[in-house]
């Protein structure tokens, strides 16, 4: 069973949100809040597998707050287009997932149980506007970042690479001939030496380090899986 917790200023966003995520198949919601200091207590206190987030008009506080749930739950944003910098802060941040407001409750609960597992999920209508975010950002962000590319090997690279482009550890087994205990190895590997807390802060660091190039469409929803970007 996936726990959620629902963080939203509406409150009755949180009441539908709350009714549409219980009456899932596996999914049970343990409580929710308008205020980001609460729902970082509470998470600290219940770890829910999933804090569901009102992701508009992110500020420093709001990207702080996805920071610190982010260290015991994972962050899945509900965040409009057109706010793609607020969007890649975020991910920079930890979030693990970014889907439109008007989402359906299908594709909601498939990003709830995506997230819960540790794979990236973004609505491909938002996926454009991160790319472009981290191209205009590439050059202040890159630095801080660049510390463990070096010291990945070949294959190490070919896991980071399909990481992020949102492939499950499955999928990047299945394709790159390698049994899935030794994906979770190599990545296990790549979070040790790029300092990344979180499998979803490996995509903006594929994208600084030029391992994928934003030129062509990357990453996947839940439901649509892409083609491996060509690496750089």
């Known amino acids: 069973m996936v726990t959620v917790f629902v963080l939203h200023q509406q409150s009755l966003q949180r009441l539908g949100l709350r009714m549409l995520l219980s009456s899932r198949p596996g999914l049970t919601v343990v409580g929710e809040t308008a205020d980001e200091t609460e729902a970082i207590r509470t998470s600290d206190r219940l770890r829910p597998d999933v804090v569901l987030m009102d992701g508009s008009g992110l500020d420093s506080g709001g990207i702080e707050t996805v920071r610190r749930l982010a260290r015991s739950s994972r962050v899945l944003l509900l965040s409009p287009s057109g706010q793609d910098t607020d969007a890649y802060a975020a991910m920079r941040a930890g979030a693990g ?136």
């Open 97 to 232: 997932g970014f889907v439109l407001p008007d989402v359906t409750p299908d594709e909601l609960a498939s990003a709830v149980h995506a997230v819960a597992v540790g794979d990236v999920v973004i609505s491909p209508s938002l996926t454009r506007e991160l790319i472009d975010a981290v191209r205009s950002l590439r050059p202040a962000a890159a630095p801080e970042r660049t510390h463990g590319i070096g010291t990945l090997t070949e294959r190490e690279r070919d896991v980071l690479t399909a990481v992020a482009s949102g492939w499950s550890n499955a999928e990047i087994a299945e394709r790159l001939h390698i049994a899935p205990t030794t994906v979770k190895s190599h990545v296990s590997n790549i979070l040790t030496k790029t300092g990344a807390r979180a499998r979803v802060q490996l995509v903006p660091f594929a994208y600084e380090n030029g391992l994928i190039r934003p030129t062509v469409t990357p990453l996947r929803t839940a439901a649509a899986p892409a083609p491996l970007p060509a690496a750089a």
